[in-house]
T-cell receptor, first 111, second 113 residues
């Protein structure tokens, strides 16, 4: 039973570029949440997708957008990258009010 | 909004000793409190969680206690082992908002053999 998988594992982008990160939820899960984890900090909630719609959103600008597909997989898009967007981006999946299961993340470096 | 404070930021214990990590939260509406362990290069892994209708929960060497009146909850690890070394995060969320976890800043636990 595969857990949450994220791709790519590492990514280097230049300031001003756009990036797309991908997530496949744990088998049987239908809800995907995205988090940003800066170095030495706890994860911060970006948004959550359920039934292909954004259900909740944290305090992140509109440069951060997402999508959920009919197979429950999800993408996180970030436009106009800033140096401060460098972080570990974590995807978590769940079903109903079950606990969140996290993937190992995508390490994004913006230069 | 919710704010979660976590202490200490670093904790060093001898193998076999107990470790305690404490968190406080600000929003009295929060009712779900998970603890995650994060090893280097990996994502957070759930180790135990507690809901507000329970004061204590135990799973082998790990226990969590919750004091809703004081708005604080603690993680207790007994008989620590070197493989317990990692960063531990507490988190809180409200009813129907379990996807929106508010995390503490983490505690780096080192267990010395």
């Amino acid at each position: 039973d595969a857990g949450v998988t994220q791709s790519p594992t590492h990514l280097i982008k230049t300031r001003g570029q756009q990036v797309t990160l991908r997530c496949s939820p744990k088998s049987g899960h239908d809800t995907v949440s995205w988090y940003q984890q800066a170095l030495g900090q706890g994860p911060q909630f970006i948004f959550q997708y359920y039934e292909e719609e954004e259900r909740q959103r944290g305090n992140f600008p509109d440069r951060f957008s997402g999508h959920q597909f009919p197979n429950y997989s999800s993408e996180l898009n970030v436009n106009a990258l800033l140096l401060g967007d460098s972080a570990l981006y974590l995807c978590a999946s769940s079903l109903g009010d079950s606990p969140l299961h996290f993937g190992n993340g995508t390490r994004l470096t913006v230069t | 909004g919710e704010n979660v404070e976590q202490h200490p930021s670093t904790l060093s214990v001898q193998e076999g000793d107990s470790a305690v990590i404490k968190c406080t939260y600000s929003d009295s509406a929060s009712n779900y409190f998970p603890w995650y362990k994060q090893e280097l290069g990996k994502g957070p892994q759930l180790i135990i969680d507690i809901r507000s209708n329970v004061g204590e929960k135990k799973d082998q060497r790990i226990a969590v206690t919750l004091n809703k009146t004081a708005k604080h909850f603690s993680l207790h690890i007994t008989e620590t082992q070197p493989e317990d070394s990692a960063v531990y995060f507490c988190a809180a969320s409200g009813l129907g908002s379990q996807g929106n976890l508010i995390f503490g800043k983490g505690t780096k636990l080192s267990v010395k053999p």
